[in-house]
């Protein structure tokens, strides 16, 4: 018996070395400044969000306190979901306030970035907004949906910020967003050369008149690696909200 012991103890001692493994959902969704088919969508979005159980989700065109919406829409939705942390990238001055991009999370914020990104040929400047927490660095990008050259410069350059800030980190790397662009465009084959795509292909624009994949979820190859659980596009109660369909991907880490 005395000789058992110290082979338990050893057992026990490796499966503690046996590194936890975590999972973690996260949404990408164009809300189209929350008025696209209604006066002010964040209570359905707000709902939809922790209906799903996304902890983290990726929000584009949001105004900020402009004359087309005069509140913090951000903000807004933040404290409808329980005061949750978020950051805001404006991308240009509109209407006597700001537009641009936004994440939400239930984590904690440790650090919080907004990277403009450059216009050349495109309709209008563009943004990303990016957190880091405990769990993992997430950004929220939308690239020009008019300007082939500025789509493809656009993701050049987040190509080369987060492959330089966040090579060989021990968490993963998402971003998510509106890319304006289906799957088997030069912009996507520029992207999957630094990320690997989570989620799938399957249509998530229009709401009227679903033809097209230009939402996407993806993760940085040289950074922490992530298994894909589940990817859908969330159809089903949806239509009203926004333009675009919210993309939901879960992930294990």
């Not at 050893?10 to 973690?24: A, D, N, Y």
């Not at 209604?38 to 707000?46: H, P, Q, R």
Request: charged share 20%; hydrophobic share 40%.
């Amino acid at each position: 018996m005395k000789r058992l012991i110290p082979i338990l103890l050893l057992m026990l001692g490796l499966l503690s070395c046996e590194p936890s493994r975590h999972t973690m959902t996260l949404m990408t969704y164009n809300v189209g400044a929350f008025s696209k088919y209604m006066d002010n969508s964040t209570e359905g979005v707000a709902q939809l969000i922790l209906d799903n159980g996304a902890a983290f989700v990726a929000l584009n065109e949001l105004d900020s306190c402009n004359r087309r919406h005069g509140t913090y829409q951000l903000a807004d939705l933040a404290a409808r979901l329980g005061d949750w942390s978020y950051q805001f990238a404006s991308a240009f001055p509109y209407a006597g306030g700001g537009y641009g991009n936004g994440v939400v999370t239930s984590k904690r914020v440790e650090k919080g970035y907004g990277i403009l990104l450059p216009k050349d040929d495109g309709s209008e400047q563009r943004s990303v907004a990016v957190v880091e927490t405990p769990d993992c660095v997430f950004a929220s990008v939308h690239l020009d949906h008019k300007g082939y050259r500025a789509a493809l410069e656009q993701m050049m350059v987040v190509n080369e910020w987060f492959t330089t800030k966040y090579a060989g980190y021990s968490k993963p790397v998402f971003l998510c967003g509106d890319f304006n662009v289906t799957p088997d465009s030069d912009v996507i084959e520029l992207a999957e050369r630094c990320w690997i795509q989570l989620s799938g292909v399957d249509y998530t624009h229009s709401t009227t008149r679903p033809r097209h994949c230009i939402d996407y979820v993806f993760a940085l190859k040289v950074a922490a690696p992530v298994q894909v659980l589940e990817s859908v596009v969330l159809t089903e109660g949806t239509a009203d909200l926004s333009d675009h369909f919210p993309v939901k991907v879960t992930v294990e880490y």
